[in-house]
């Protein structure tokens, strides 16, 4: 069973899925949950510069913290920083972090050919992790 889960989020429309699975895994096993959201900066003239703002990087967390709290499962939150193309790396470090048994993520659903041309963060983690990975679709 799973007793620490790593639950990696942003804003497209796969988090709040992601989110149920985590509920649904942790809730079996009354586990501790990570909900956890890389914000990107990315290379400009000034320098490293954010893609989104704090606001779009606090609310999917936000939101799925609330959502997993409400269900009685011991949720905590997470956003940090990291450069643009270093997600997948940032989630395994994570996970090792918290010793978490499962990483729970998202995919945006790119065909194989895609995602192997230009490479998936869940592509990444399942390949850099030596924990199981669970993709939601």
């Given at each position: 069973?799973y007793?620490?889960?790593?639950?990696?989020?942003?804003?497209?429309?796969?988090?709040p899925r992601v989110?149920a699975?985590?509920?649904?895994?942790?809730?079996?096993?009354?586990?501790?949950v990570?909900?956890?959201?890389?914000?990107?900066?990315?290379?400009?003239r000034?320098?490293?510069?954010?893609?989104?703002?704090?606001?779009?990087?606090?609310?999917?967390v936000?939101?799925?913290v609330?959502?997993?709290?409400?269900?009685?499962?011991?949720?905590?939150g997470?956003?940090?920083?990291?450069?643009?193309?270093?997600?997948?790396?940032?989630?395994?470090?994570?996970?090792?972090?918290?010793?978490?048994?499962?990483i729970?993520?998202?995919?945006?659903?790119?065909s194989?050919?895609?995602g192997?041309?230009?490479?998936?963060t869940?592509?990444?983690?399942?390949?850099?992790?030596d924990?199981?990975?669970?993709?939601?679709?």
């Open positions: 069973m007793d620490r889960l790593l639950v990696a989020v942003d804003q497209s429309e796969v988090s989110i699975a985590a509920k649904e895994l942790a809730s079996l096993s009354q586990g501790q990570w909900v956890l959201h890389l914000r990107e900066r990315e290379f400009g000034l320098g490293l510069t954010p893609i989104e703002s704090d606001e779009e990087a606090r609310e999917p936000s939101a799925g609330e959502s997993l709290t409400q269900a009685g499962i011991d949720a905590h997470e956003i940090r920083e990291t450069v643009f193309g270093h997600a997948a790396r940032e989630i395994v470090k994570d996970a090792q972090e918290h010793d978490a048994d499962v729970i993520m998202g995919s945006r659903g790119r194989e050919l895609t192997a041309i230009l490479g998936s869940a592509h990444k983690v399942i390949h850099l992790t924990r199981p990975v669970m993709v939601v679709r």
